[in-house]
């Protein structure tokens, strides 16, 4: 069955910034990924503070960014010897975020943006817009 009209079928190879021969090939996830997500922020996690004060806590941004990168992997042609790809094609969840622990910080984030720019509301949170003076803010509940 075609999809086509909602969602997009073909993968997308991200090149890299500072290396363009480097490539993350990205695909579009399916509802089960995007379960996958929600779980993650709703399961019941609690941290303890000062004095055993405990409360809920929500996944960090690097569980999130790993989850989302892990579910829309699709293929790439880094490489930690030069002759291998770090990942094969089909990698599982698992296989996928223990590579992306052993990347460098910029590269993780930088896929993450990718993924981003691909899936709605996936990827960092974009940064918050900068009212000029004199200028009204978008946002009325922040207007004096």
């Not at 079928?9 to 910034?17: H, S």
């Not at 929600?38 to 503070?49: I, K, M, Q």
């Amino acid at each position: 069955m075609n999809f086509g009209k909602y969602v997009i079928i073909e993968a997308k190879k991200y090149y890299f910034e500072l290396e363009p021969e480097l490539y993350w090939e990205i695909k579009a996830p399916t509802s089960g990924d995007e379960l996958a997500v929600t779980n993650l922020f709703n399961r019941g996690r609690v941290t303890v503070g000062y004095e055993g004060t405990t409360r809920e806590a929500p996944p960090s941004a690097y569980e999130v960014a790993y989850l989302e990168i892990a579910l829309t992997f699709k293929s790439t042609n880094l490489s930690f010897d030069d002759e291998h790809p770090i990942l094969e094609p089909g990698a599982s969840v698992e296989e996928v975020q223990d590579v992306l622990r052993r990347l460098p910080h910029a590269i993780v984030l930088e896929i993450w943006r990718a993924v981003g720019d691909m899936v709605i509301a996936w990827g960092p949170e974009p940064p918050a817009e900068e009212v000029a003076e004199g200028e009204e803010s978008p946002n009325p509940e922040t207007q004096d």
